[in-house]
């Protein structure tokens, strides 16, 4: 189901004013936003996420970055029908259920490691050039001192979840399906 118009103004609002992040502090909150909207451009198979009103988990591995700004960010919201409930879970801790994984909080050397844990399972990695040149399905980045990000839509296709083109449009770059 696509999401409403003031979803998708809010997102591009964030790629055109919000993610000017000049300030170290600003990004976080910048990067949790972006987090708190991923989802409503993402298509995950039937049996990743049911149709009935259970929740989408948000997992968080590693340390935190965000804190409770992120709880403040996602109070109240939802993808459909689905409450988006943060997770978080230590460096090692078995990430089952996640739908959303941050492991922009994992050190550089963990972060492949994490990856290669959630394999081909339906899941939405999300990496950070800040701790790791490892990239998931998105990779955020800091370009010309706006908080950006990548989108390997090849990854995603091998998770089986789709990205809206929405979301495809606002990326710096697009490894596309069939690329190397």
Request: charged share 15%.
């Amino acid at each position: 189901m696509p999401p409403s118009w003031p979803i998708i103004l809010s997102l591009v609002g964030l790629g055109a004013s919000a993610a000017r992040a000049q300030s170290p502090q600003l990004e976080p909150a910048v990067k949790a936003a972006y987090l708190a909207k991923f989802g409503a451009y993402v298509a995950w198979p039937p049996s990743a996420l049911p149709g009935d009103a259970r929740p989408l988990h948000l997992c968080i591995l590693g340390r935190d970055p965000f804190g409770a700004m992120l709880d403040r960010t996602l109070f109240g919201q939802r993808i459909d029908q689905h409450p988006i409930l943060v997770r978080r879970l230590s460096a090692g801790a078995a990430s089952s259920g996640c739908h959303i994984a941050y492991l922009g909080g994992l050190p550089g050397a963990q972060v492949g490691a994490a990856m290669a844990r959630f394999g081909p399972a339906p899941v939405l990695t999300v990496t950070d050039a800040r701790s790791s040149p490892v990239r998931g399905i998105v990779h955020f980045a800091v370009a010309n001192g706006r908080v950006r990000f990548h989108i390997d839509e090849a990854l995603a296709a091998r998770s089986n979840i789709a990205i809206s083109s929405k979301l495809l449009g606002l990326a710096l770059s697009v490894k596309q399906r069939g690329s190397p």
